[in-house]
């Protein structure tokens, strides 16, 4: 069965630093993988989706990275700002199209 | 504007009292999900539906009903509510399609306490 995990569950960085959030899946075979960003008390907001068959996707100071060999994908955030502040998740669709979500890592930037 | 929308956003409950959470979009997906976020636990999915009187069970089905007679609507029924479904609740639309990447929009969640 397909787990999820996000490493680290907690990071405080200080405004301006480049930062990396890791997300590793068991096993290779996804559709795609999909990054979502969730403020507290709030719903998901998809960042990036990376299909199966790409390496990278950028938007703005996001980027993200997918190796469906090694079962692994980071999210890197260049010049960190204090918005950025919120639960990242990394999910991963199978066939069919459930979404199994990690458990996410809470950023907190500071000014 | 695209989005999907739950109501209500918030309820507090008692146990066995029949409730509906609601969940519609305006994207004309054909597949529409539900999922339950609980601490510690992260985002489980309960039901889904592939299209219109299509629907199955997800990881974590057992204490909820769903229907689909509508492709805009997909309302999550709790027929006897417990306290071990006090959660957050998300509903999720996407197109489908086996091999096309598709994002999945999420509604704004409906937070749920059963007293």
């Known amino acids: 069965k397909q787990e999820v995990t996000q490493i680290p569950a907690a990071l405080s960085v200080p405004e301006g630093e480049n930062l990396v959030l890791n997300c590793s899946f068991t096993d290779s075979a996804i559709y795609n993988l999909q990054w979502f960003r969730q403020d507290p008390g709030k719903g998901l907001t998809s960042l990036l989706l990376i299909q199966s068959s790409q390496r990278e996707q950028t938007s703005g100071r996001l980027n993200a990275s997918l190796d469906k060999s090694s079962g692994r994908s980071t999210l890197y955030i260049a010049a960190s700002q204090p918005g950025d502040s919120a639960t990242y998740l990394c999910a991963v669709e199978e066939a069919g199209t459930a979404l199994i979500f990690g458990k996410g890592t809470t950023l907190s930037v500071s000014s | 504007e695209a989005q999907v929308t739950q109501n209500p956003r918030y309820l507090i409950t008692v146990t066995g009292k029949k409730l509906t959470v609601t969940c519609s979009q305006n994207m004309n997906h054909e597949y529409m999900s539900w999922y339950r976020q609980d601490p510690g636990l992260g985002l489980r999915q309960i039901y889904y539906?592939?299209?219109?009187?299509?629907?199955d069970k997800g990881d974590v089905p057992e204490g909820y009903k769903v229907s689909r007679k509508e492709k805009r609507n997909f309302p999550l029924i709790l027929e006897s509510p417990s306290p071990n479904q006090t959660s957050l609740y998300f509903c999720?639309?996407?197109?489908?399609?086996?091999?096309?990447?598709?994002?999945?929009?999420f509604g704004p969640g409906t937070r749920l306490l059963v007293l």
């Open positions: 999720a639309s996407s197109t489908l399609g086996t091999k096309k990447a598709k994002t999945q929009y």
């Open positions: 539906s592939m299209n219109v009187e299509v629907t």
